[in-house]
């Protein structure tokens, strides 16, 4: 295909005329990118080249200090670095991603009865501590004291030296080459903050509502499918005559949907699709106005997540991950690039079609999952539409995750920083897409508080180029060996993680009179409104899939075509 095409008619007016928003998971800004640019190459780039970052380590009984010779050895400190060439899959286990856990890594506190309970335990605790005065701590300086707190939940022992200075070690381009190539070309935000200092589904939902109906935790999941009334972005886009999808990658439900479930579920059979339609549509030139992409987030997950198996499993490895959960999210990326990349070229504005010149992509993360970074969350402005309902205010974000605008009308090689002149609750935010679409679009006035103009910085600025840029960079798609998820072994039982999912799944399908296969709940055996016994609740790991799969054969009837395929042991 011609790189000439007609991009002379186009104007950088219109490079928002289409927009991509794919959203990966778990990963922090410096955990990803921190080792993009050394400060040479890109002045006040805020990574972690060329700085001594480091945490303390807990002086807990039993604990193994850092050894003598080890960088930190004489402060009992475990400095930050690349991480070990013979082990990229880290953090493995998974860190703790929900309130509590965070709460800890920012602040370096945690009361002793929370000390090695998992975060549904750490919950009931209706005076989870923070500090009164953050000038008198040390900001970012709890990364090693929750890991190994969650390690010991997990696996029943404390962890060693090698085993917890993983959570101070992040990737080098070598390990991600896809994603700091297309970095490196486009245009990176060094200071995007995710908007909840917690886990996936109040930051997804911030990302499409501006809110989190006040809720900071994913469980009890009866909360998402029931009481997460905020407006979504997808209803004021229909309300202004504008279109929109969500392109599920190999999954049989989404999480999209069902954090929003009572707002969109008449949408569900319509406006949810399998990801292979994407690629179909842009081809076509056929895009909506707005078009979210899910990674696979349940198994064989194409979403950058650290193996997350064991958590899932409560210390049991529940086999949903790839060999290296990092080359999944590097294939897929790949995949969406590529598809954007190879949009029809040959189009005149008047066809009124999607093409290469007038769609822009984004990628972004919904939260760090508890892998180190070393800028603090900034202020943020509460979203004003529910009062809080599980102890926390919104009056700061989550930490950074990494974020890339990817456009023919942007400068390649660009950093964007924090914005300037504003209060400082104006930042990079989840939010900022929402506000960036209703000031570009037209779509009236703010969701909530949170994407308004002093709290959600505008990024539309950043199509900037005279000429749009025809050349892009080749990124072939990496091999990879794939490993579906499997269904386990029958003497396997889900942990607390994969329980408190599947029992919402349940909830739900029982609210609507369904009975899901595999599913031997009783609904009466608890309150899932409140925080229940969940530890009472089991059902082995042969069920996991079988169960989130009926579920989504009732409310994703579009998905059903995207079933994983048989496991590949690997």
């Known amino acids: 295909m011609s790189d000439c095409g007609t991009s002379v008619d186009w104007t950088k007016q219109q490079a928002m005329d289409h927009v991509v928003l794919v959203l990966f998971e778990n990963r922090s800004f410096d955990n990803l990118l921190g080792h993009l640019y050394t400060e040479q190459e890109k002045p ?20 193994e200090r850092v050894p003598t010779g080890e960088p930190g050895c004489e402060e009992n400190r475990v400095r930050y670095g690349p991480v070990d060439a013979d082990n990229v899959n880290v953090p493995n286990p998974d860190p703790g ?110 990302w499409t509502a501006a809110s989190s109906a006040g809720f900071v935790i994913n469980s009890p999941v009866w909360n998402w499918y029931h009481r997460n009334l905020a407006p979504t972005i997808f209803e004021r886009l229909e309300e202004c005559g504008r279109t929109w999808k969500v392109y599920v990658l190999d999954s049989p439900l989404s999480v999209t949907g069902a954090i929003h479930h009572p707002r969109l579920a008449d949408r569900f059979a319509d406006n949810f699709v399998p990801y292979d339609q994407f690629e179909i549509d842009v081809r076509d030139g056929t895009l909506p106005d707005f078009a979210v992409i899910e990674p696979n987030l349940l198994a064989g997950h194409g979403d950058y997540h650290p193996p997350m198996g064991e958590a899932m499993a409560g210390g049991i490895e529940l086999p949903v991950d790839w060999v290296k959960p990092i080359d999944a999210g590097e294939r897929f990326l ?67 995750v990494p974020a890339i605008l990817v456009s023919p009308w942007v400068e390649a090689g660009a950093v964007e920083g924090a914005p300037e002149g504003g209060p400082d609750t104006l930042q990079y935010r989840h939010t900022s897409m929402i506000n960036t679409l209703r000031h570009r679009w037209d779509l009236g006035s703010p969701l909530t508080r949170r994407d308004a103009d002093d709290s959600a910085a505008r990024f539309d600025h950043l199509f900037s180029l005279p000429e749009p840029r025809s050349q892009w960079p080749d990124i072939p798609i990496p091999d990879a060996p794939v490993v579906i998820a499997g269904s386990g072994s029958t003497g396997q039982f889900v942990g607390a993680l994969g329980r408190h999912l599947v029992h919402g799944l349940s909830q739900l399908a029982h609210v609507g009179g369904h009975q899901l296969e ?53």
């Open 44 to 63: 006040g780039f805020e990574g972690v080249l060329g700085k001594t970052l480091s945490n303390p380590v807990p002086e807990w009984e039993g604990l």
């Open 97 to 206: 991603e929900e309130y509590p856990h965070t709460n800890t890594q920012i602040y370096n506190v945690l009361r002793p009865e929370n000390r090695f309970e998992g975060a549904h335990k750490m919950m009931l605790d209706p005076n989870m501590p923070r500090p009164e005065d953050e000038h008198d701590i040390e900001l970012m300086g709890g990364f090693v004291t929750d890991y190994v707190s969650q390690f010991k939940s997990l696996r029943g022992m404390l962890p060693t030296y090698a085993e917890y200075k993983q959570i101070m070690r992040g990737l080098t381009p070598e390990h991600v080459p896809v994603l700091s190539e297309i970095a490196r070309n486009f245009v990176v935000f060094d200071h995007w903050f995710s908007e909840v200092p917690s886990q996936t589904f109040p930051n997804r939902s911030y």
């Open 518 to 570: 595999g599913d031997d709940v009783d609904p009466d055996r608890y309150d899932p409104r409140k925080f229940a016994p969940y530890g009472k609740l089991t059902f082995p790991t042969k069920d996991f899939l079988e169960i989130v799969r009926a579920f989504g054969g009732i409310y994703f009837p579009r998905l059903q075509a995207a079933r994983p395929s048989d496991p590949i042991d690997g």
């Open 334 to 400: 790949a995949t969406v690039y590529n598809a954007v990349k190879g949009a029809p070229r040959e189009v005149s504005p008047a066809d009124r079609r999607s093409c290469f010149w007038n769609t822009a992509l984004f990628i972004g993360w919904d939260e760090p999952g508890g892998t180190y970074d070393h800028v603090p969350p900034a202020a943020a402005v509460p979203p004003g539409d529910v009062e809080d309902r599980q102890g926390f205010d919104f009056t700061r974000s989550g930490y950074r």
